[in-house]
């Protein structure tokens, strides 16, 4: 059974950066889909970044295009985001979430994903 734990999060000022990791259990395969999401209260979850398990093909939407990076420890079963000059409008709990026959490894949709950490919280002051 594949288990994700984030870790990582925290509170910073704007224009800060932070680093999310999400440490994989359970891997059976190396053709993982994986993705980061986004909530706050109220609204749906969204999608931040993906990537193959190896960390080629990395994704990004919009808001975090050159602020966002995604990667992964060589020889380690972790899996990173690392966010740069951070804004309060990106304060949410982020969740990594992972999929093993998800090839176009997008963050179009939470539903494409069926594995899910229970999220690390990153709050941004202004």
């Known amino acids: 059974q594949l288990q994700l734990v984030e870790s990582g999060g925290g509170s910073v000022q704007a224009g800060a950066s932070l680093t999310l990791s999400c440490t994989i259990t359970g891997l059976t395969s190396s053709s993982y889909c994986m993705g980061w999401f986004r909530q706050v209260p109220g609204k749906e979850r969204e999608g931040v970044a993906s990537?193959?398990?190896?960390?080629?093909?990395?994704r990004y939407v919009d808001f975090d295009v050159g602020r966002f990076t995604v990667s992964r420890d060589k020889g380690k079963n972790t899996f990173h985001l690392q966010m740069n000059r951070l804004k309060p409008e990106d304060t949410a709990m982020y969740y990594c979430a992972a999929d093993p026959v998800y090839p176009r490894c997008t963050v179009e949709s939470v539903y494409n994903y069926n594995y899910w950490g229970h999220g690390t919280q990153v709050t941004v002051s202004s």
């Open positions: 990537a193959y398990i190896s960390g080629s093909g990395g």
